[in-house]
């Protein structure tokens, strides 16, 4: 099978490997504080990471959570101008997490016999939609969940250079479906892997032409309520302030100098598929993964078995599947991870359960363009460290 990166995951997949060495340098740094408490020596490596000479984002936080215990930490700020100390609990936008919500909630409308995993697009969307594309007839919902419908992405470099320019323009699927339905088919349905952010804005008219509702209001119905996610909102097109405690968020572009601060992203950048629709916290996220692993989140058990066949992918290092809105990733030292990784404008997360330990792990950096391994994968060495003593 062959494998396709889009251009969200390559960015990311080319600063984890810039940094790789970097990692490896932290870890190094990190086996000083092998002797002090979980909550210290995770605190020191975090701060180590977010001080090494070759990371540039102005704070990092890092949650962990099993029978064993909770731990919490942060370092560097959570404004870069007023300095104020960033807080383990601060909001953050989390990206392309959001298409684990989308996906719950997809999949929670396929146990209610709405539509089934192999309906092709002609029965769940109008055909001013699905006609757009390539093979729209034959493309299932099961395709669009797991990225293998081979519809190209929207995020080309010139949309990219213009959501850093203009943070708070509205921006439509309409738009989206516009850019992505003029560009090549990458492959025919179901024959190889590719990530494309168009899946899920599919999907979010999917639910709305199944419910009538918007999907914002599925996800809060289904999901942030019923789990009582109150760190977890999602604003609506023409809100671009983030409420409470949280982090601002700082992007690189290229040929512009310095990070602009693009924290008041509007949330129609990119909707259902993430970019800045999702606000949350990290221990919002932690229970969510949980819940959804547990398979509390379905009434079939069969419904998270579907969740988790994971076809053949790449974008990073450790990352080699991916299911129906949810990654596998396999690391260094025989660590699992099955979550989603969120890379935005002004951030990075990554946020998942790792099931030989039965305990969450969530990770944020409040930098769009900066290279996250230092943090997601040295805390999350030193975390399993802590959850196996």
Aim: include cysteine.
């Amino acid at each position: 099978m062959k494998r396709f990166i889009g251009i969200s995951t390559l960015i990311l997949g080319l600063s984890l490997l810039w940094g790789c060495s970097t990692t490896g340098a932290v870890l190094k740094q990190a086996q000083a504080y092998e002797s002090l408490p979980a909550q210290e020596q995770l605190q020191k490596t975090l701060e180590a990471a977010v001080n090494h000479r070759r990371t540039d984002f102005p704070g990092a936080a890092v949650y962990v959570s099993s029978a064993k215990g909770t731990w919490r930490a942060a370092a560097g700020v959570a404004d870069r101008d007023a300095g104020t100390r960033l807080d383990p609990d601060a909001r953050f936008r989390a990206g392309s997490v959001m298409k684990s919500f989308v996906s719950v909630v997809v999949l929670q409308l396929i146990e209610e016999e709405l539509f089934s995993l192999d309906s092709a697009l002609p029965e769940v969307l109008p055909e001013s939609i699905y006609a757009r594309f390539e093979h729209g007839t034959s493309i299932t919902v099961r395709q669009l969940l797991s990225h293998t419908s081979g519809i190209p992405e929207w995020l080309v470099p010139k949309v990219y250079m213009d959501i850093g320019n203009n943070p708070e323009r509205m921006r439509t699927t309409e738009q989206y479906f516009e850019i992505a339905g003029s560009r090549r088919t990458e492959f025919p349905p179901g024959e190889s892997w590719s990530y494309s952010n168009t899946n899920y804005n599919l999907l979010g008219e999917v639910i709305e032409r199944a419910t009538g509702r918007e999907w914002r209001e599925e996800i809060e119905n289904r999901i942030l309520e019923p789990l009582n996610l109150s760190g977890t909102v999602l604003p609506r097109p023409g809100t671009t302030t983030i409420p409470g405690r949280y982090a601002r968020g700082y992007h690189k572009l290229p040929l512009k100098r310095g990070a602009l601060d693009l924290t008041e992203m509007d949330p129609s950048m990119a909707g259902a598929a993430g970019g800045a629709a999702l606000v949350t916290t990290l221990a919002d996220l932690g229970t969510f993964f949980s819940a959804l692993y547990s398979g509390e989140l379905f009434e079939d058990s069969r419904t998270l078995d579907s969740a988790l066949e994971f076809v053949a992918a790449s974008g990073f290092p450790g990352f080699d599947g991916y299911g129906l809105g949810i990654m596998h990733m396999q690391f260094e030292g025989d660590i699992e991870l099955v979550g989603h990784m969120g890379g935005t404008a002004g951030y990075m997360c990554l946020a998942g359960y790792l099931p030989e330990h039965n305990a969450e792990f969530s990770a944020f950096i409040s930098s769009g363009s900066d290279n996250p391994s230092p943090v997601f994968l040295s805390t999350l060495q030193v975390a399993v460290e802590a959850l196996t003593r």
